[in-house]
DNA sequence: CGGACCATTGACCATAGTCAACCGCCGTGG
DNA sequence: CCACGGCGGTTGACTATGGTCAATGGTCCG
């Protein structure tokens, strides 16, 4: 397990320039670790929030709660993401944040970071970037789930995992972990179950990608990138080449 | 037309508390207006910013180009937004903005918000805030467009317009002003244009909303948030009470 | 061994996309 | 002044696509 000022500083110091002092301030924060259990909420919809999360181990995800009881996946979360950091400045929580499969966040005080804030002005610009390129990644999957045809839905929405898990570090050669199961995979995307697997075995019949048991593995990435349309640089990342992943 | 430090310290002092040396350094914001024709671009995907937009009169969008030349209509602002305020801390647009009718913006530069950021935090957080209200509409709009069939979809959308329009008072009675097509409709909502058409038919024949030439006329709001299945709480505005418009 | 849960598959059906024709309005130009 | 053309909206007929439902299989765990 990482600890939080190793996965924040690697985190923010990627695009933000940030000073010594902006570094020994983030390396100060106090923040307790929480374990979720798969499927535990962290937050829910309508909750107060006093605390930020910082993903450490696993995969969270945010959702919308909808009045038949079903969910709507709006994003996922890895390592080093902050999945509820617009509780800074949103009283109310509009949707919820759970684990997907086991999973360990820090919390932080949002005292602790408002105070920061006011000292280091820097990190705050940092970390208001990274609400920035969440609100990217929510534009781009409208445009995934309203634009695009069922396979490159599907595609896309892998390619922006493994592009994402790739930057983080935690892909192992071709594959990444992902705890998702179909009806999650559904209820992201917006279609039914069934047609969700169809197009898994759609593509996979491709040789550009298949998905098991929680595992993506990647075999032909421009394949694949061609399939989803995936062009990252909504994702406001370094410019990644995976080209040999073929 | 309005001024733009009018139309700021209404919008954010209407949930940031701002202190008055904070509204003071808003009023000497420096500012060039800038007029833009029907359709006309105001930034393209692509394209790095060194301004940030405030919208004075009309309406702007946001939007994905796709592939293939078709859009995806991500967002649309009134008078008081700020439709790019992301540009100030990610480099380059992954979306473009244009006015949907004819339109008046503000363009502030961003040297100018980071020098009122450093000396008045507050005032940053209070744009930050804004730029976190987008965001939770993105959600909103996944949601929409994933989760509800097509008359749900196009009611709701209609019910956020309106609902975000009657707080910035651009609403008369029960109507308010909408400079978009159905071709823009069908690339908002991810329906064809034939179905946007059937669809408003529909929501025309229930009594609870009309959509012609422009103006939207809401009949029935009790209604027409029902059947939008419309809770306002992601827009994180003060509660208003519109069920007087029957 | 039995049951729960998730993935898989097939058959059927509802929904919305496609295509094409038509309408009505408006602005232009004869 | 009217004729024409273009654009945006409207409508109908057909079709493709993906949702629904139901049955089956596989795996893990008690």
């Known amino acids: 397990m990482i600890s939080v000022d190793r996965v924040l ?18 390396r100060r924060i106090g923040s307790t670790p929480r374990e979720l259990g798969p499927n535990e909420d962290l937050i829910r919809q309508g909750d107060v929030p ?14 919308h709660l909808l009045a038949d009881g079903r969910r709507q996946y709006l ?12 509780g800074l400045f949103l009283t109310r929580m509009d949707h919820a944040v ?9 919390l932080v005080p949002h005292k602790e970071l408002l105070r920061i804030f006011a000292a280091r002005p820097a990190v705050g610009f940092a970390i208001w970037r990274e609400t920035l390129i969440d609100a990217s990644i929510f534009r781009e999957a409208v445009t995934n789930n309203s634009a695009r045809t069922m396979v490159a839905r599907t595609a896309h929405l892998f390619c922006e995992l493994f592009y994402r898990g790739h930057a983080s570090n935690l892909t192992r050669g071709n594959t990444l972990q992902l705890p998702i199961g179909l009806t999650q995979l559904g209820e992201t995307l917006g ?11 759609g593509l996979r019949s491709t040789g550009a990608m ?7 593995t990647v075999r032909n ?15 406001h990342l370094k410019t990644m080449d995976l080209t040999h992943l073929v």
Chains 1, 2 share one sequence.
């Open 9 to 26: 500083t690697e985190k923010l110091s990627e695009h933000s320039r940030l000073s010594h002092d902006d570094l020994a301030a983030i």
């Open 50 to 63: 006093h605390n930020s999360a910082i993903v450490l181990e696993g995969m969270l995800s945010r959702y």
């Open 75 to 86: 994003s996922f979360h890895l390592p080093g993401d902050m999945p509820d950091a617009q």
């Open 98 to 106: 759970c684990a997907m499969g086991r999973a360990v966040v820090a």
């Open 191 to 201: 279609m039914a179950i069934a047609t969700v697997n169809r197009t898994l075995a």
């Open 210 to 216: 298949q998905f098991r048991n929680g595992e993506l």
């Open 221 to 235: 990435w421009p394949r694949l990138a061609e399939i989803g349309e995936f062009d990252p640089t909504y994702l």
